[in-house]
């Protein structure tokens, strides 16, 4: 799967929609200090699931919303697309019926955050799932912030293993393994529940 446009509107400094085609090869980004650059990368992580307003440089998700300028009023929404190329079809199932695979976040002011994918409403979690088995992803170590490489260096051994894991393609396995635990649990919680009160009949 390979990335082939990211549209945003209203997003941070992107107030009026704004359209990147990302061809083949290796894409730079050059501006002028201020310009947007790393807002960009923001939106692009922002599309793939990533809730932490901090990993925003903002203080709450609201804050990715065009705030205002001396010019031009506050936006109400911010809407992220980013368009993912799937002719080889090798989105997982579920997202893999087209050529071209369209995933879009869009937040709206005390409404909270909604994804979709081809047009149809999906689940943050499926989102999630997407780019994990796809080896990237909201914390893909593959988006280099500022400050990482030496993050990285001074990392403890098992932060570095999960760098590799995630370079192997094995993080949309880490998910389901804590999805099937999570189910794993409820499951022994209705077993104790149905156990008190077959107790409670006997
Ligand atoms: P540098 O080269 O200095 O790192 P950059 O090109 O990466 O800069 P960004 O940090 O992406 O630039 O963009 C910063 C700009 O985005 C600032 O002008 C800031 O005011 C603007 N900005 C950030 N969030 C919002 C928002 N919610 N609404 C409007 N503008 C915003």
Redesign the pocket.
């Given at each position: 799967m390979r990335f082939s446009r990211l549209r945003l509107s209203g997003f941070?400094?992107f107030v009026d929609p704004t359209e990147l085609v990302i061809q083949d090869g290796l894409t730079g980004v050059v501006?002028p200090?201020?310009?947007?650059?790393?807002?960009l990368l923001e939106a692009l992580r922002w599309v793939m699931g990533e809730n932490r307003p901090t990993a925003m440089r903002g203080g709450g998700m609201e804050?990715?919303?065009?705030?205002g300028?001396a010019s031009r009023p506050a936006r109400n929404f911010a809407e992220v697309t980013l368009t993912i190329d799937n002719a080889e079809r090798l989105a997982p199932a579920g997202f893999n019926d087209a050529d071209q695979l369209e995933i879009v976040r869009r937040i709206t002011r005390d409404a909270g955050s909604a994804y979709k994918a081809n047009g149809k409403e999906t689940r943050a979690r499926d989102v999630a799932m997407l780019f994990a088995d796809a080896s990237t992803g909201s914390q893909s170590p593959a988006l280099v912030r500022q400050g990482q490489i030496s993050e990285l260096i001074n990392a403890k051994p098992k932060a570095r293993r999960r760098v590799l894991e995630d370079a192997a393609g094995i993080g949309g396995l880490y998910q389901r393994r804590h999805e099937a635990e999570l189910k794993l649990k409820n499951t022994e919680t209705n077993l104790t529940r149905v156990d008190d009160v077959v107790e409670g009949l006997a």
């Open positions: 941070k400094s501006g200090n201020g310009c947007g650059k790393s807002n804050d990715v919303i065009f705030a300028a």
